[in-house]
């Protein structure tokens, strides 16, 4: 990947701002105009101009920061899965003493994906099979959050959360979200997302054995 130039002058400020917090605003700039550039266009009808030009700069600018494409990709879609993370932690921060901290998960995920469309395109459809490298980072990502979902179901059964084919169990949970959300984007259908989230939340506890009616409450898991 590109290194980022170096400029001159390090420590001057223009407009209260120093050269590094200008640099970082400007690849900011040029991340989040990739990602409405690939959710809009698609990954490969996209071009390093129409970045470009959405994020109103330079096509210097843009190698500064970037190798080529495939290369902005990897950060449209490292910066897509951040906010998603971090918003679901959020929530599970925020969340009360006897929470079902597993639907609180699931709801942030989907309601994330619901309020930033062009980040959820990313997440779940054009970066797929863009490069090696950003699919090494969707697994890095997936596998985070089975570890997640593994984690909020040793609180209420250990033993299978445990169990020789948890890490399996806990990639097919994730696969129920994620997997709906995809038919849901696909279809153009996103913000309907969050009316599903009863029926998806649902659909997990019977894959882990939880009673649906009063699901186990679970205490805070380890946030990485």
Do not use: C
């Amino acid at each position: 990947m590109a290194a980022e130039a170096v400029q001159p002058n390090e420590g001057r400020r223009y407009r209260g701002k120093s050269a590094e917090e200008r640099r970082a605003d400007q690849r900011q700039r040029l991340v989040r105009a990739a990602i409405e550039e690939f959710a809009d266009r698609g990954y490969h009808k996209t071009s390093v101009e129409d970045i470009v030009r959405r994020a109103k700069t330079s096509r210097t600018a843009f190698y500064a920061f970037f190798d080529n494409r495939d290369d902005a990709m990897y950060g449209a879609l490292q910066m897509s899965l951040r906010l998603l993370l971090d918003h679901v932690r959020a929530a599970l921060y925020a969340a009360k003493p006897g929470d079902d901290l597993l639907g609180v998960a699931i709801t942030a995920y989907v309601e994330y994906l619901a309020i930033d469309q062009s980040a959820a395109a990313i997440t779940l459809m054009e970066a797929r099979g863009a490069s090696p490298e950003v699919n090494m980072l969707r697994s890095r990502t997936r596998r985070e959050l089975a570890d997640l979902v593994r984690d909020m179901w040793a609180e209420f059964d250990r033993p299978a959360a445990e169990g020789t084919y948890a890490q399996t169990i806990s990639m097919g949970v994730l696969g129920i979200i994620t997997e709906s959300m995809l038919h849901l984007a696909e279809g153009g259908r996103l913000s309907e997302a969050p009316e599903h989230v009863p029926a998806v939340i649902t659909a997990v506890n019977r894959v882990l054995g939880r009673p649906e009616e009063n699901p186990a409450k679970t205490s805070r898991p380890h946030l990485a």
